[in-house]
């Protein structure tokens, strides 16, 4: 069946730019997570959303960084202003709930910052 | 098509045992491959493995890869309840990372 999705798959962009990145979860999953992998780190947690509450926002790294998700369907995650820093693989990955329970990766957007 | 396999899919041990959680893959570009433990909410990098036959180790915790048959192990020895998890592969490769379905390991006191 279908997983979830991501796009783009690879997104180059300029310094100051703003940037929107789009993840498709598997259908019928509640809970929808955004990381951040950047070159040779751990993945980094950035937001968290579980059916109609409000959205766990404890990761974003600053306010440059936003995201939306309707109902139980699409989300996308906006960077403001880009900076180099930012550059990353960007990765979404949907549950059927929240909490302990298996999440499906997406393939991730290489986000590059130049 | 790129995949990783990861077996077995769930695992109920007791403390104290060892225990060996496998990860298949075929990946166009291998660059890496990623081992990650998730509880609640971020999984939490483990191991990175770019070289095979080396092994790495942390704790209680070691992993090796093997880029001949594309496999990598991920070995919890004198295991305890805290290692209750479910265990994710992943392969880095030049564009994405694509995970496995992971491994749900349940330690019983």
């Known amino acids: 069946g279908a997983g979830v999705s991501q796009s783009p798959s690879n997104k180059v962009t300029e310094k100051g730019k703003d940037v929107e990145l789009r993840c498709d979860p598997i259908?019928?999953?509640?809970?929808l997570y955004w990381y951040r992998q950047r070159l040779g780190q751990g993945l980094e947690f950035l937001i968290y959303f579980q059916g109609n509450s409000a959205p766990d926002k404890s990761g974003l790294p600053s306010d440059r960084f936003s995201a939306e998700r309707t109902g139980e369907s699409v989300s996308t995650l906006t960077i403001q202003r880009t900076q180099q820093e930012d550059s990353a693989v960007y990765l979404c990955?949907?549950?059927?709930?929240?909490?302990?329970?298996?999440?499906?990766f997406g393939p991730g957007t290489r986000l590059t910052v130049t | 098509e790129d995949k990783v396999v990861q077996s077995p899919l769930s695992l109920v041990v007791h403390e104290g045992d060892t225990v060996t959680l496998n990860c298949s893959y075929e990946?166009?570009?291998?660059?890496?491959l990623l081992w990650y433990k998730q509880e609640k909410k971020a999984p939490t990098f483990l191991f990175m493995l770019t070289s095979s036959g080396i092994e790495k180790k942390s704790g209680r915790l070691s992993s090796i890869l093997d880029k001949k048959e594309l496999f990598s192990i991920l070995n919890i020895t004198a295991t305890q309840t805290g290692d209750s998890a479910i265990y994710l592969c992943?392969?880095?490769?030049?564009?994405?990372?694509?995970f496995g379905k992971g491994t749900r390991l349940h330690i019983l006191p």
């Open positions: 990955a949907s549950s059927l709930v929240g909490g302990n329970y298996e999440q499906y």
């Open positions: 992943a392969a880095n490769r030049d564009d994405k990372i694509i």
């Open positions: 259908s019928g999953h509640t809970a």
């Open positions: 990946v166009t570009n291998f660059r890496s």
